[in-house]
């Protein structure tokens, strides 16, 4: 991708201090430093015109300070990260053609490269208001993991559901007991990158969450149960995981080095 392709796009990465699966995850440490500075670092490198972090912490909002991004302080009672990003939104005064990508504030591994990736998506869009990506699927255990949310489109790239669950479901396999994947692209792994306008994210707000989006602890589901559309860029190249776990902080750890705490 060209840096002319790319349109001009702010970064907000929000970032609470609870975790009920990994609790402190923005301030554990990777590499000696915390987990945040390294997502703000990957947003930086994307070339984003604007990088904020959108927190309810004073402590994660020390942890940032003199990195180059810009810390706000949320509400602590936001349901998810894009209604922290929404408020973000509100409080610098951005305009509603304002392009804004959400980078989660646990991907301390995300390539700059699918930051901008994202922005390109949605601003190729007349029919949908936000834009995602996926990446293929060719291991069972990702397809049984509920750690790993998987997409299903329809034939022009928009999302029909995403689930913590094994979709789409091979009757003729999984059925029988037989991990395996028929390696025909079925399976694809859902990147937790969202890129959306504030005129989009101001709609999404006024819309009443609905029982799947409880039910599956994923925001996106409320876009699509109200009827609105999510196009899904996929890529070809293998793109980390975030970190969810112990085991997945483990893994980026023995990656970049670290210790387990920073205050």
């Known amino acids: 991708m060209t840096a002319s392709a790319v349109p001009e796009f702010k970064v907000v990465i929000p970032a609470r201090y609870g975790s009920t699966r990994l609790p402190c995850k923005p301030l554990l440490s990777i590499g000696g430093k915390p987990m945040i500075a390294h997502v703000c670092e990957r947003a930086l490198a994307s070339r984003a015109t604007e990088v ?65 990736g994202v922005a390109a998506a949605l601003a190729g869009q007349s029919r949908a208001g936000m834009a995602t990506l996926a990446t293929p699927i060719d291991d069972y255990q990702d397809v ?27 009757r003729e396999r999984f059925d029988k007991g037989i991990p395996e994947l028929t390696g025909d692209g079925a399976w694809l792994r859902h990147i937790g990158l969202y890129a959306y306008t504030v005129a989009f994210l101001r709609r999404y707000i006024d819309w009443p969450a609905s029982p ?13 149960w109200n009827g609105a559309s999510i196009f899904v860029a996929c890529v070809t190249d293998a793109l980390p995981a975030g970190i969810d776990t112990e085991e997945d902080l483990q893994r980026v750890q023995r990656l970049l080095g670290g210790d387990p705490f920073v205050e």
């Not at 602590?76 to 509603?96: F, Q």
């Not at 049984?144 to 091979?170: E, M, Q, T």
């Open 144 to 170: 049984s993991n509920p750690n790993v949310v998987k997409v299903v489109l329809d034939r022009l790239g928009y999302a029909l559901y995403f689930s913590r669950a094994p979709i789409p479901w091979d």
């Open 52 to 116: 904020v972090v959108a927190t309810d912490d004073e402590r994660i909002r020390r942890a940032v300070d003199g990195l180059g991004v810009h810390a706000v302080m949320t509400r602590p009672d936001h349901n998810s990260g894009t209604e922290r990003i929404a408020e973000v939104a509100d409080l610098c005064g951005w305009k509603p053609t304002d392009l804004i990508v959400n980078v989660q504030g646990d991907e301390p591994l995300i390539p700059p490269s699918a930051i901008q």
């Open 212 to 224: 799947v989006e409880a039910v599956e602890s994923l925001e996106q589901l409320r876009i699509l």
